[in-house]
C-alpha cells in the first residue's frame, strides 16, 4: 500500500475539519470539526506506523492515547456547552463572545457611575 493514499485522505479530513473550526457558529459542530481533526491525526499515525513497519507499534499505541485524550475533551466539552446552553439559551460562539463584551461594557458604566 503506498503512503499517500491515507495521507491524502488525512489532509482532506485535516482541511473540513480546519473548515469547521474556523467557519462553524454552533459550538456543538465546532467539537465534531475537532474531532474530525483528531481521527485525520489518527490516520497518519497508524498509516506511518504500517508504512515504517515498527515492530514497537508506537503509532498505534499514539493512536490509543489520542482517543483517549479525545474522549475526555468530548465529554467535558459538551458539559460545558450543554450548561451555556441552559445559562444563556444559545450556543451560537459569536453571540457568546458579544454577550461577554456588552456585559463588560455595562460593568464599566456602572464602575463609572
Known amino acids: ?18 473548515y469547521g473550526v474556523l467557519a462553524r457558529r454552533n459550538a ?14 489518527n490516520l497518519n499515525l ?18 490509543l492515547f489520542t482517543i483517549a485524550v479525545a474522549a475526555a475533551e468530548i465529554g467535558i ?8 446552553h441552559r445559562n444563556r439559551g444559545t450556543s451560537d460562539v459569536d453571540r457568546l463572545r458579544d454577550t461577554k463584551e456588552q456585559q463588560s461594557a455595562e460593568e464599566k458604566a456602572e464602575a463609572a457611575a
Do not use: C, K
Open 46 to 63: 497508524v498509516a506511518f506506523d504500517v508504512w515504517l513497519r515498527d515492530t514497537l507499534h508506537a503509532g498505534q499505541a499514539l493512536t
Open 77 to 84: 466539552g459538551l458539559a460545558i456547552v450543554l450548561m451555556v
Open 1 to 18: 500500500m503506498h503512503l499517500a493514499y491515507p495521507a491524502v485522505l488525512a489532509a482532506l479530513l485535516f482541511a473540513v475539519g480546519l
Open 28 to 41: 456543538i459542530l465546532v467539537l465534531m470539526s475537532v474531532e474530525l481533526m483528531l481521527n485525520a491525526v
